[in-house]
Antibody, heavy 120, light 107 residues
Framework: EVQVVESGGGLVQPGGSLRLSCAAS????????MHWVRQAPGKGLVWVSH????????SYADSVKGRFTVSRDNAKKTLYLQMNSLRAEDTAVYYC?????????????WGLGTMVTVSS | DIQMTQSPSSLSASVGDRVTITCRAS??????LNWYQQKPGKAPKLLIY???ILQSGVPSRFSGSGSGTDFTLTISSLQPEDFATFYC?????????FGQGTKVEIK
């Protein structure tokens, strides 16, 4: 079965750090660009970051630039999001999503998400 | 960034109704427009990509149209399992941006 599963969320104090993981299975992970998308409670979807298939190119939303770092380990079929200097406004469910092969930035596989709560 | 505006923000409809949701981009995005369905507590699900191509496994009652700045998602006959929030998303340029969502509720 083609799937991605996020983990690593939790409660963290403002200014703290967290590392999210996204484990992929059922497809050739190393062939796909991957994205992180977040959703604050009761709000809409907001793009966070992407990484190309070999990890050589990344991009970030302005709101997280300089604080978040996306990376991947193709041997482990795992995507990561290192989040530093966390703020209350980073509180959200974080989804990893696969880009549909051949369709620029259409996200065809999503995980269930992992909740990040930034609060003192 | 390209702004995506959906209308309406919410609607009430009955089973069997024809439902239309529109999405407008702040600049031309050709056909780089995708539609997603999200149910409460669940991940989004890709319905349509490239404005009008149905994702594998998605029922044919869903259809998409449009190009440039104006796009439409149509559900030809609303089914009980279709009550959800729908989002459009442009994939023309980074950052990919989403509309604010349209919540489809039971009348």
């Amino acid at each position: 079965e083609v799937q991605v599963v996020e983990s690593g969320g939790g409660l963290v104090q403002p200014g703290g750090s967290l590392r999210l993981s996204c484990a992929a299975s059922g497809f050739t992970f190393s062939s796909n660009w991957m994205h992180w998308v977040r959703q604050a409670p009761g709000k809409g979807l907001v793009w966070v970051s992407h990484i190309n298939n070999d990890g050589s190119s990344t991009s970030y939303a302005d709101s997280v630039k300089g604080r978040f770092t996306v990376s991947r380990d193709n041997a482990k079929k795992t995507l990561y999001l290192q989040m530093n200097s966390l703020r209350a406004e980073d509180t959200a469910v974080y989804y990893c999503a696969r880009v549909r092969p051949g369709s620029p930035d259409a996200f065809d596989i999503w995980g269930l998400g992992t909740m990040v709560t930034v609060s003192s | 960034d390209i702004q995506m505006t959906q209308s309406p923000s919410s609607l009430s409809a009955s089973v069997g109704d024809r439902v239309t949701i529109t999405c407008r981009a702040s600049q031309s995005i050709s056909s780089y427009l995708n539609w997603y369905q999200q149910k409460p507590g669940k991940a989004p699900k890709l319905l349509i990509y490239a404005a009008s191509i149905l994702q594998s496994g998605v029922p044919s009652r869903f259809s998409g149209s449009g190009s440039g700045t104006d796009f439409t998602l149509t559900i030809s006959s609303l089914q009980p399992e279709d009550f959800a929030t729908f989002y459009c998303q442009q994939s023309y340029i980074t950052p990919p941006t989403f509309g604010q969502g349209t919540k489809v509720e039971i009348k």
